[in-house]
């Protein structure tokens, strides 16, 4: 287990990482509110909830993919933020440690439903339908310059549900597949191989939008 | 394959891939380094020989790309009021229960 995962579930921290500055930059006023939510200041937390709920509800949204699932887990989260944030001493960013804390009881969650992470390769792998094609296809079709950020949305929504957590833990919210590999107790080869069938598959849904999984009522997200 | 063993091959190995082979190392090609498979040096000749290899990578890399400007989310995702109305009301019991009259959430 790396230091990293090893810290956001139990709490404790290790070794600080500066690399971790790098995508989460601190937010002004950010510290004060964790000192002052440590002392137990309601205002405080108040203030670290608005300034992250955003962001741990998105991330829920991803990994979850509905939107009252995504809810409870933002809830949860952030109880459990106010239970071990007297644990968190600045060693990395605040945003970093949070999402990992969310990651992971978004994990748990899941397991509890009877989504077994533990062999990704073998309990979570899609269909041979949902599996992208083993083909380069066509130059014609290529993407454009760029994608727009709605569309890749629809699209990430659209992703078997493993491909998705791949997907989302490593190109969105850049965890390393070292990390992953720990998060999903699975093989780093395996977080690779599976973040690189996740981009075949959008490459192939974002050629095809006519593809993308239509939402089931307005619950389900992204 | 590993990181290192994907990459330790003289320059004239990667030249003469078949695009099957190519595919195979792609997992790992993308995991090294900035990710950018498509400004890699030792790629050059063989993605120019191979143009459906080449906008396979220009592809996935514009996915990449995309897909960590996803990080920053926008204002309409936003989680509803209840959640934060729940979280209060229940750190409001803890706290009571810890016995911190300085808590209150509303």
């Known amino acids: ?222 | 394959m590993s990181d290192s063993a994907a990459l330790n091959h003289s320059p004239e190995i990667f030249d003469n891939m078949t695009p099957a082979e190519f595919e195979e190392r792609l997992p790992d090609l993308f995991g090294i380094g900035n990710g950018k498979v498509s400004e890699d040096p030792r790629f050059a000749i063989f993605l120019e020989k191979n143009p459906d290899c080449a906008a396979l990578v220009r592809d996935l890399e514009i996915i990449a790309e995309t897909a960590a400007k996803l990080f920053e989310p926008t204002e309409d995702q936003d989680p509803a009021d209840s959640v934060w109305i729940n979280i209060a009301s229940k750190l409001k019991g803890e706290s009571s229960s810890l016995d911190e009259p300085n808590s209150t959430f509303e």
């Open chain 1, 1 to 222: 287990m790396s230091s990293m995962i090893l810290e956001a579930q139990t709490g404790m921290q290790t070794k600080p990482n500066p690399g971790l500055f790098k995508r989460n930059p601190p937010i002004a006023g950010e510290a004060e509110a964790i000192e002052r939510a440590k002392e137990g200041d309601p205002d405080a937390f108040s203030k670290l909830y608005a300034l992250h709920k955003r962001r741990v509800y998105t991330l829920c949204l991803r990994m979850l993919g509905n939107v009252s699932e995504a809810e409870d887990m933002t809830q949860e989260a952030f109880l459990h933020l106010f239970r071990k944030l007297g644990s968190f001493r600045g060693e990395s960013a605040f945003s970093t440690w949070l999402h990992r804390l969310t990651v992971n009881l978004v994990l748990m969650h899941l397991r509890k439903k009877g989504l077994n992470l533990v062999s990704l390769e073998e309990t979570i792998n899609p269909s041979e339908d949902d599996a992208p094609k083993r083909d380069f296809g066509s130059r014609d079709q290529q993407l454009a310059g760029s994608v727009d950020r709605v569309t890749l949305e629809r699209a990430v929504s659209s992703l078997p549900p493993g491909y998705r957590m791949v997907f989302v833990l490593h190109d969105v919210e850049g965890f390393e597949h070292n990390e992953i590999a720990s998060m999903l107790e699975c093989s780093t080869g395996n977080s690779k191989s599976q973040l690189h069938k996740a981009r075949l598959k959008l490459r192939e849904l974002l050629r095809n939008p006519e593809q993308f999984a239509v939402p089931a009522s307005g619950k389900e997200g992204v």
